[in-house]
């Protein structure tokens, strides 16, 4: 390291990446701390970035902040999640507090729901062995897709320096309703995938795959409705899947507005208005989309469904980076804000750990449960049809892939 300071002329500056199994993270840390190494003095700056899982419970996670905290500042720890390193994660932000149209409806009052798909078209190929001591519910949900739901679901940040935007994050995170044990077997879902056909290809079930148990009882696949108890949110359903070996790689926010009232058109060929949807697509092509209903030309009112779209590739020409290159570069600044302070990582998980205690006492009696090239288990669109709404499908422009004739009666005077 002296021999490096002096060729690359770093002054000192240090910054330690655990590429490391989540075990040693704790124990590398006390090792630098103890050989002096995560000591700031002179100005020069020691930071550790460790990338996810942040433990693998709510107790091993509070173990693990605790022991980071022993030999470092908590400004010297970044914890990665590689989501938040791409554009149109960070554009959430921008898109909703630079845009005057939308924040003021972006609340209870007119969005019907909010649904977060992450889905993978991969299975766990040579992964099993991790696999197997993790699942769907602690690989994706605490870091991932509640990164997603808290920047989409926040209130706006007195500024956007680091410590205001993890403020606001956390409390949607500790607004989130607990789940109960009567709620868990309700309000959360789980799957394995079994054989099937991805890509035209026959691919083997979760059970078949290397260092997987053949009487494995992970889950590959979680559906969870959580509600948000809050003043902007209170009533609003957010749901949220993950799974492997799905029918596509889409990830995706979606925020689906109530329907307006239907009296104006009770006497025109238009049996129903579909809601609009605001879709914010994060991989596998970056950018944001809005429906709306527009009259179809023609003697007769028919609606139809128009798209406005936009990918970043098309107005800025780049190429999207696949995150890391600006969560690094952050790190160097010393910049925290698209990282998980310990706070926010305890909440997440005390918000899973009821869902982990009741799948761990209740074994699935059904697994595997969804074929692989499908969207999961039918228990995930049973989720969403209890209460009348169902899931988009990421594979369509505007999810609905509806025609406007479809929803018209035969033509009738205006």
């Known amino acids: 390291m002296g021999q490096t300071e002096q060729e690359q002329k770093t002054e000192g500056n240090c910054l330690f990446y655990m590429a490391t199994s989540p075990e040693f993270f704790a124990v590398v840390a006390e090792q630098l701390g103890a050989a002096g190494l995560t000591k700031e003095e002179d100005g020069k700056w020691r930071r550790i970035v460790i990338e996810k899982p942040f433990g693998h419970d ?42 005057g149209i939308f924040e003021p409806i972006w609340n209870r009052r007119y969005v019907d729901h909010v649904q977060v798909t992450v889905a993978e078209e991969l299975g766990v190929e040579l992964r099993g062995g991790y696999y197997e001591t ?18 989409s679901a926040m209130e706006p940040p007195i500024s956007f320096d680091a410590e ?81 070996r799905l029918a596509g790689r889409y ?36 950018g944001i989309s809005l429906s709306f209903e527009a009259k179809v030309p023609g003697p007769v009112v028919r609606l139809g469904a128009v798209d406005m779209h936009f990918e970043y590739s098309d107005y800025f020409g780049t190429t999207p980076s696949t995150g890391y290159e600006t969560l690094i570069y952050d790190c160097m600044m010393g910049d925290p804000t698209l990282f998980q302070r310990a706070d926010m990582v305890e909440a997440a998980w005390t918000v899973v750990q009821p869902v982990l205690d009741v799948w761990k006492a209740l074994p699935h009696r059904d697994f595997p449960n969804y074929a692989s090239g499908t969207w999961g288990p039918p228990q995930a669109d049973e989720l969403l049809k209890r209460e009348g709404r169902e899931w988009r499908d990421p594979t369509h422009v505007n999810g609905r892939a509806r025609a406007a004739a479809a929803r018209s009666t035969d033509p009738a005077p205006k």
């Open 58 to 99: 709510l107790p091993s996670a509070v173990a693990l902040n605790h022991a980071l905290r022993s030999v470092l500042e908590e400004k010297q720890i970044y914890r990665m999640d590689h989501y938040l390193g791409k554009e149109t994660v960070q554009n959430i932000l921008a898109f909703r507090f630079a845009n």
């Open 164 to 244: 205001a935007v993890h403020d606001e994050q956390t409390k949607v995170l500790r607004a989130i309703q607990p789940l109960t044990p009567e709620r868990v077997l309700d309000h959360a879902v789980r799957g394995q995938y079994g054989e099937g056909t991805v890509g035209g290809k026959h691919v083997p079930a979760y059970r078949g795959e290397p260092h997987v148990a053949p009487d494995s009882q992970t889950p590959t696949f979680v559906a969870l409705a959580l509600h948000i108890d809050n003043w902007r949110w209170a009533g609003v359903p957010f749901y949220l899947r993950t799974g492997k």
């Open 134 to 151: 993790a699942g769907a519910l602690r690989d994706m949900v605490p870091n991932h897709i509640f990164q997603l739901i808290t920047l």
């Open 251 to 286: 990830t995706q926010i979606v925020i689906r507005f109530r329907r307006p009232p239907f009296v104006p058109f009770r006497k025109t060929s238009v049996m129903k208005i579909a809601p609009n949807e605001l879709v914010i697509n994060i991989q596998p092509d970056e």
